[in-house]
């Protein structure tokens, strides 16, 4: 068993914020570099898969390197430069990875029996905005507040919802847009008043909810139909026996009794998956032309 050795660290861009260059191919057995988009801030984002990195040392036998991102396109881009062999990735960006850089989805983590995600609307109660049929009616009055722009649940989704179902606009329709990065981060903006309107991941959402974190003045409008979301994903390059291993990890963490991980996770168990499973994700990721953008 080689000892544990997981770090915190915030990455940048590709070449600037992730330290000694990439994994050459006889360290991978030994080491294996875990990356996880910051959906909620970076701290949390790290403290949320500590456990986690620990236990996959422990059953790989292998030292885990965890790090974050400052962004959704900064763990794209560090898959594409092979600087990263685990990914825990939005559904978008991890079509992004896919796309770039041939990543893998092995594992998605299932909740009340069910591996859909969903996007939930908010509103402060000072705009007495409490449908989507009133968000509509006062959209050109009202500011909006998105995640980060790769965000799945937090900004694609929604704004998929919005044009398909509402005829809604995000970046014309609305007094204002503005992505304010992490899920908590748009509470937050709600909260305070700073915008009238915002969406996040609903699991996130309701966690917070749980544990009184959601200022009184917000209010929950509506909840979008489920969605594929949140894969872990290996890089390409890395040989079947090692994901293999990986994927077994995952699956095995509530026959082993991990609760406090899973519940960290915010999910009751992890179930395999593969690339078809995330298909459906594709017309959203094409209306907002992603692909060719390519910044991520």
Not at 17 to 26: R, V
Not at 228 to 243: F, I, M
Not at 260 to 289: P, S
Request: overall charge negative; charged content about 25%.
């Amino acid at each position: 068993m080689t000892t544990a050795r997981t770090r915190r660290a915030v990455l940048g861009a590709v070449g600037a914020g992730l330290t000694g260059g990439c994994l050459q191919s006889e360290q991978r057995s030994q080491t294996l570099t875990m990356g996880v988009i910051p959906d909620v801030d970076p701290d949390t984002a790290i403290e949320q898969n500590t456990e986690l990195a620990a236990y996959l040392e422990f059953e790989l036998d292998v030292s885990v390197d965890l790090r974050t991102t400052t962004d959704y396109a900064g763990l794209v881009q560090a898959m594409t430069a092979e600087q990263v062999d685990l990914g825990y990735f939005g559904g978008v960006s991890y079509i992004l990875a896919h796309d770039r850089a041939n990543a893998k989805p092995i594992v998605v983590g299932s909740k009340s029996g069910t591996t859909d995600w969903h996007s939930v609307f908010i509103a402060h109660e000072s705009t007495t905005v409490t449908s989507m049929d009133d968000l509509k009616r006062s959209a050109d009055s009202l500011d909006l507040a998105f995640g980060d722009p790769l965000s799945t649940s937090g900004t694609v989704m929604p704004t998929y919802y919005l044009r398909r179902r509402h005829d809604l606009f995000p970046d014309r329709a609305f007094k204002s847009l503005t992505h304010v990065g992490a899920h908590d981060a748009v509470v937050e903006t709600v909260a305070g008043g700073n915008s009238d309107v915002g969406a996040l991941n609903a699991r996130i959402y309701d966690r917070l909810v749980e544990t009184r974190s959601v200022d009184e003045t917000v209010t929950e409008v509506w909840q979008t139909p489920g969605f594929a979301d949140y894969p872990w994903a290996v890089n390409g390059s890395l040989n079947e026996g090692t994901v293999s291993g990986i994927r077994d990890a995952f699956a095995s963490l509530d026959e082993k009794g991990k609760d406090a991980i899973l519940d960290q996770q915010n999910v009751d168990k992890y179930v395999a998956t593969d690339h078809e499973d995330f298909e459906e994700l594709g017309d959203a990721v094409r209306m907002m032309e992603l692909l060719n953008d390519d910044d991520g």
